[in-house]
């Protein structure tokens, strides 16, 4: 009974899992792929290269040609002449791949292994002599080219396509209002309104009595923060404003309409007729 032998084989997932260091010389197969590698007693298995396959055999010889003998001259073609046998292909050629160069260990790469001398290509068989092909027979005269058919009319134009909705697009949002100017009468006797609100009112008065009765040139819309009168003379004279305290309740206190003004020397019962300047702050 003959000897069996075995290589070492697993699968391809496994020999990578295990990673093992296979021995000089020992064959490693992977089953389901069927490559395979051969160890160095150093590198393990993710670090060897495969097998590659030997070199193809030389070709074998060609078949002798058949003879085929030549036919008469006549219209009739001869018979093909039999063809040859088929050559027997060659024995495909066996030639060992050399082993990889050893991995040098945590250093540099050692240098990779000599290749093995590729075998030597079959001699190419000789061609066979083809067999010698009967007469062709004559062809036909060529018939008379017809003459070329009428063009057709060209079909009506189809009617245009339907034209698209046109687009539609929103206007953008109107941009904020700018801040508002400053708004009044600028004069001698005049007033003028702030951004906020606060308004200022101002004036010459050349009175006929004292105190004498001042209309505001616009009317405060709420009320009177502060009134202020200067004398337009000479001396120790002050500016007063007249309530409704004053000489027994005989001027009104100041409104929004209007304040009774005057000047004198610095006492509200001295009041003299001289010119006086006036300036008024309310909203």
Do not use: H
């Not at 063809?83 to 240098?111: I, V």
């Not at 093995?116 to 083809?130: H, L, Y």
């Amino acid at each position: 009974m003959a000897n069996r032998i075995q290589l070492r084989r697993d699968y391809a997932a496994n020999w990578t899992s295990f990673n093992p260091i296979l021995d000089q010389g020992e064959p490693g197969v992977e089953v389901d792929t069927g490559r395979m590698k051969v160890g160095d007693g150093v590198s393990q298995w993710s670090s060897l290269g495969y097998m590659s396959p030997g070199n193809q055999g030389p070709q074998g010889f060609q078949g002798i040609p058949g003879q085929g003998a030549q036919g008469a001259p006549s219209n009739v073609p001869g018979p093909q002449g039999y063809q040859g046998p088929r050559g027997f292909q060659g024995a495909e050629g066996f030639g060992y791949q050399g082993f990889q160069g050893y991995n040098g260990r945590n250093g540099c790469q050692g240098p990779v292994g000599a290749q093995g001398a590729q075998g030597a290509q079959g001699i190419t068989g000789a061609q066979g002599v083809p067999g010698i092909g009967g007469a062709g027979g004559e062809g036909g005269a060529q018939g008379y080219q017809g003459a070329t058919g009428a063009t057709g009319a060209t079909g009506a134009q189809g009617s245009q396509g339907v034209q698209g909705a046109a687009g539609t697009g929103s206007q953008g949002a109107q941009g904020s209002p700018g801040a508002a100017g400053f708004t009044g009468c600028i004069s001698g006797t005049g007033w003028t309104e702030l951004p906020n609100g606060l308004i200022m009112q101002w004036g010459q008065v050349n009175p006929t009595q004292s105190p004498q009765y001042v209309a505001w040139p616009r009317t405060f819309p709420t009320g009177v923060f502060s009134i202020l009168v200067t004398p337009f003379a000479d001396g120790k004279r002050s500016g007063a404003v007249a309530s409704y305290g004053d000489n027994g309740g005989s001027w009104p206190d100041p409104t929004t309409s209007g304040a009774w003004l005057g000047a004198g020397e610095g006492r509200v019962s001295s009041w003299e007729i001289i010119p006086f300047y006036w300036m008024a702050i309310g909203n």
